[in-house]
């Protein structure tokens, strides 16, 4: 029931073609950001992050400006503390490599700042943070360095991320 309210309460913001050329762009910035490197790491948060890890890795891999180490993040977005987070694969380490974290929200930064802290933990070159929407309603200290869209939203609004191919969508619900 909720579900069918849900989906009448939908309105669509970005949709298709346009969600797709977000990406591309964002993907352009990524071979700007990173030219001349040999290897990035990039690492999906589960579920959404990793799918939109995953379409960018393989848009990438397109173009092949480097190598690239894929890994996805599980943490409990709601428990962040109490539960361990964990890379799939386990890398070998991430000292001194160029890290992407990728999700596809970034509201609150919570996730977010929870991932970065965890990849800190070792001595990385770098950690650059990717996200498909902004939606600007900080309460922890992390940005995003590459957004697809920016949006200004109230706190009881929901931004639902769909990239399953040929229905590409983003909604406010």
């Known amino acids: 029931m909720g579900k069918t309210k849900n989906m009448a ?10 969600v797709e050329q977000k990406i591309e762009r964002m993907v352009h910035q990524l071979i700007e950001e990173f030219y001349g490197e040999k290897m990035v790491t990039i690492i999906g948060i589960k579920n959404k992050g990793a799918q939109l890890s995953g379409i960018i890795k393989a848009k990438l891999d397109e173009i092949n400006p480097f190598e690239i180490e ?3 993040l599980k943490l409990d977005k ?3 503390l109490d539960y361990p987070i964990v890379l799939d694969p386990i890398p070998e380490t991430l000292a001194n490599k160029r890290v992407i974290l990728i999700d596809d929200v970034l ?3 919570r996730t977010m700042i929870y991932a970065a802290r965890f990849i800190l933990g070792e001595p990385v070159k770098s ?3 990717l996200c498909m929407v ?4 900080r309460r922890f200290p992390i940005k995003a360095d590459i957004v697809g869209l920016s949006l200004s939203t109230t706190l009881q609004e929901h931004i639902l991320v769909d990239l399953k191919k040929g229905k590409e969508a ?3 619900e």
Request: charged share 25%.
């Open 9 to 18: 309460n939908r309105t669509v913001i970005l949709q298709g073609k346009k």
């Open 78 to 80: 709601d428990n962040c």
């Open 107 to 109: 509201n609150s930064g």
């Open 170 to 172: 983003i909604y406010l």
């Open 134 to 137: 902004d939606r600007i309603h």
């Open 127 to 129: 950690l650059t943070t």
């Open 70 to 72: 894929y890994l996805e």
